[in-house]
């Protein structure tokens, strides 16, 4: 009688635990893909606040960096949690012009909890950055 009541116990325990974790995984956002929309934090002397929205075919990664009221196409990958963009540096305007900058890069892993954290190349060298989803409601 002792051990019917013990593994009535575990069993209870299994299922609570189970859909515990259940929700859990389905409340953490998906580390698979960075399809959609960002908000990106370019840390320097100040942080300035810039968008990405991103479309993923496989590892392939294509859509369009916002930054101060202009848009420029980014595209790059998605392989094994790393992010790599290329962007049309026109959207830097005239510093990019004077620096003689083509390209801006973006490098960054995905953290566990969905985030991304790396660094925007320019010709002046790596600018710390980080990113999250834009949430929606």
Known sequence: M??????RLLAAL????????LRAQE?????TSVAGD???SIHGDHIMQTGLAL?????KVTGTYHMQGKAAPAEGEFVEGKLTLTIDASIAGEHAKKANITTLS??????????????LRSGRGP???TAERFRKG
């Not at 973006?106 to 660094?119: F, Q, V, Y």
Request: charged share 20%; no cysteine.
């Open 2 to 7: 002792r051990s019917t009541a013990t593994h």
């Open 14 to 21: 299994v299922v609570v635990v189970s859909g515990a974790l």
């Open 27 to 31: 409340s953490q956002p998906p580390t």
């Open 38 to 40: 960002w908000s990106v």
């Open 55 to 59: 479309r993923q075919d496989g590892t």
């Open 106 to 119: 973006i490098s960054a892993t995905m953290k566990a909890d969905g985030t991304l954290e790396g660094e």
């Open 127 to 129: 600018i710390r950055i």
